[in-house]
């Protein structure tokens, strides 16, 4: 089999954290391996962080593109990695281009520019896969396999949280990087906390219960003083079927690290997951609480999850394996679209995620400057 070829925008160079990331998730399988990129925002560092990687190297993402289109380079797929506000152009640029994409979360800057690459997806039926790295663990695929064959009813309550720690204090005046453009309204957009890390959250609410935002009141606050954006992102939510939900992001929580998780409490039962212990999902319905264990020997994964699994139980699979689950979506769908014999590829956030998070998180900084007043999303 062909191993797929990705290029990537952003995420090279020293000091950089997330491209690194997607770099081993795309070799994990040894099916993908990254062979060119536009890695950095000035030209010569993207050419160095290249030359380090061993792939072929571009000063800027419209060079490669134009390469790609012009049949110089051939690849399968793009990876977005850069910060948000660096999202938006070259994911339409590579649509307008015909080249799937698997990009960063928050998906854009403004609602307006994820509707605009939403309808640009559908028209030119491009696969699009956001990078929501925690539905790629298979524990939260299965809660929504849980959630969608009735085991717990009909949800009536949800807790999705997101507590970090590490921007308690000022980092972005102590020069680090991934602090500094989170913390600048021209590089995160609207919000920093909300858009970063509160997404997360909405999508832990959403995905796993198949539910949709329909209304927030938001309090956000920016507890560090002279931070223009917020670091603490608090939602109340009423969602599509009248259920409530408590969507929270911190990033003030001093010594919490990443504390994502959900809780859905049902009519029939409750699931709960830790993303800090992902290999373990909680069903609870009364007398003994069940816990499911990671591992692809057990006879209760469906299919669907199930051929995303590669080690036995009491052997971890962590954060490489749920983002090289992301990838491995868009392989699937790729090698599909080619008529290649592929294990079904599991609907992970796509555009229209992107779409209800930028949605979510403005329809949350209006409210909270509204003092919570309810506000559709
Ligand atoms: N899905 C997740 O779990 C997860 C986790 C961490 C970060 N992220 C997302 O990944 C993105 C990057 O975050 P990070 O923490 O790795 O940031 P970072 O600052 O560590 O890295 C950003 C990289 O983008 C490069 N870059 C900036 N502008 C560019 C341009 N115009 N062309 C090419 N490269 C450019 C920078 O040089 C740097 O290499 C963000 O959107 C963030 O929200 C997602």
Same mark, same amino acid.
């Given at each position: 089999?062909?191993?797929?070829?990705?290029?990537?925008?952003?995420?090279?160079?020293?000091?950089? $954290?997330?491209?690194?990331?997607?770099?081993?998730?795309?070799?994990?399988?040894?099916?993908?391996?990254? /062979?060119?990129?536009?890695?950095?925002?000035? #030209?010569?560092?993207?050419?160095?962080?290249?030359?380090?990687? +061993?792939?072929?190297?571009? #000063?800027?993402?419209?060079?490669?593109?134009?390469?790609?289109?012009?049949?110089?380079?051939?690849?399968?797929?793009?990876?977005?990695?850069?910060?948000?506000?660096?999202?938006?152009? #070259?994911?339409?640029?590579?649509?307008?281009?015909?080249?799937?994409?698997?990009?960063?979360?928050?998906?854009? !800057?403004?609602?307006?520019?994820?509707?605009?690459?939403?309808?640009?997806?559908?028209? *030119?039926?491009? #696969?699009?896969?956001?990078?929501?790295?925690?539905?790629?663990?298979? !524990?939260?695929?299965?809660?929504?396999?849980?959630?969608? &064959?009735?085991?717990? +009813?009909?949800?009536? *309550?949800?807790?999705?949280?997101?507590?970090?720690?590490?921007?308690?204090?000022?980092?972005?005046?102590?020069?680090?990087? =991934?602090?500094?453009?989170?913390?600048?309204?021209? *590089?995160?957009?609207?919000?920093?906390?909300?858009?970063?890390?509160? &997404?997360?959250?909405?999508?832990?609410?959403?995905?796993?219960?198949?539910?949709?935002?329909?209304?927030?009141?938001?309090?956000?606050?920016?507890?560090? =003083?002279?931070?223009?954006?917020?670091?603490?992102?608090?939602?109340?939510a009423q969602m599509s079927n009248g259920a409530t939900a408590l969507i929270w992001a911190t990033q003030i929580a001093v010594g919490y690290k990443n504390d994502n998780? $959900?809780?859905?409490?049902?009519?029939?039962?409750?699931?709960?997951?830790?993303?800090?212990?992902?290999?373990?999902?909680?069903?609870?319905?009364?007398?003994?609480?069940?816990?499911?264990?990671?591992?692809?020997?057990?006879?209760?994964?469906?299919?669907?999850?199930?051929?995303?699994?590669?080690?036995?139980?009491?052997?971890?699979?962590? $954060? $490489?394996?749920?983002?090289?689950?992301?990838?491995?979506?868009?392989?699937?769908?790729?090698?599909?679209?080619?008529?290649?014999?592929?294990?079904?590829?599991?609907?992970?956030?796509?555009?229209?995620?992107? /779409?209800?998070? !930028?949605?979510?998180?403005?329809?949350?900084?209006?409210?909270?400057?509204?003092?919570?007043?309810?506000?559709?999303?």
């Amino acid at each position: 089999m062909k191993k797929l070829q990705v290029a990537m925008i952003g995420g090279g160079g020293e000091g950089s $954290f997330f491209g690194a990331v997607h770099r081993r998730a795309i070799a994990f399988d040894d099916t993908r391996e990254v /062979v060119a990129g536009a890695l950095r925002s000035q #030209p010569e560092a993207a050419m160095q962080a290249a030359a380090d990687w +061993g792939i072929r190297g571009y #000063p800027d993402y419209p060079s490669m593109i134009e390469d790609i289109q012009q049949g110089r380079l051939q690849i399968d797929y793009v990876t977005i990695v850069t910060p948000n506000h660096q999202h938006f152009k #070259p994911a339409k640029a590579c649509i307008e281009a015909g080249i799937p994409v698997v990009c960063e979360k928050p998906m854009t !800057m403004t609602v307006d520019e994820a509707e605009e690459l939403a309808r640009l997806v559908e028209q *030119k039926n491009t #696969p699009f896969v956001l990078a929501h790295t925690y539905t790629g663990h298979p !524990m939260m695929m299965y809660a929504r396999e849980l959630v969608a &064959t009735g085991e717990i +009813g009909e949800i009536r *309550k949800i807790e999705s949280w997101y507590n970090q720690g590490w921007l308690a204090d000022k980092l972005e005046d102590a020069g680090v990087q =991934q602090a500094g453009w989170r913390t600048d309204p021209q *590089k995160a957009g609207l919000s920093n906390c909300g858009g970063d890390i509160g &997404t997360h959250a909405m999508v832990a609410a959403t995905w796993t219960s198949g539910l949709e935002v329909k209304n927030v009141s938001a309090r956000l606050n920016s507890f560090v =003083q002279g931070r223009l954006l917020d670091d603490d992102f608090n939602v109340l939510a009423q969602m599509s079927n009248g259920a409530t939900a408590l969507i929270w992001a911190t990033q003030i929580a001093v010594g919490y690290k990443n504390d994502n998780g $959900f809780r859905l409490f049902g009519s029939k039962g409750s699931l709960e997951w830790h993303q800090e212990r992902a290999e373990k999902l909680l069903l609870r319905q009364g007398n003994c609480d069940q816990t499911y264990w990671l591992g692809a020997n057990f006879d209760f994964w469906p299919e669907s999850v199930a051929s995303y699994l590669r080690v036995p139980a009491g052997h971890h699979e962590d $954060f $490489f394996e749920a983002l090289a689950n992301l990838h491995c979506t868009m392989e699937r769908q790729l090698r599909r679209n080619r008529g290649e014999n592929t294990p079904a590829p599991y609907p992970h956030p796509d555009v229209r995620t992107g /779409v209800a998070g !930028m949605r979510f998180v403005a329809a949350a900084v209006n409210s909270s400057k509204q003092q919570g007043a309810w506000t559709e999303v």
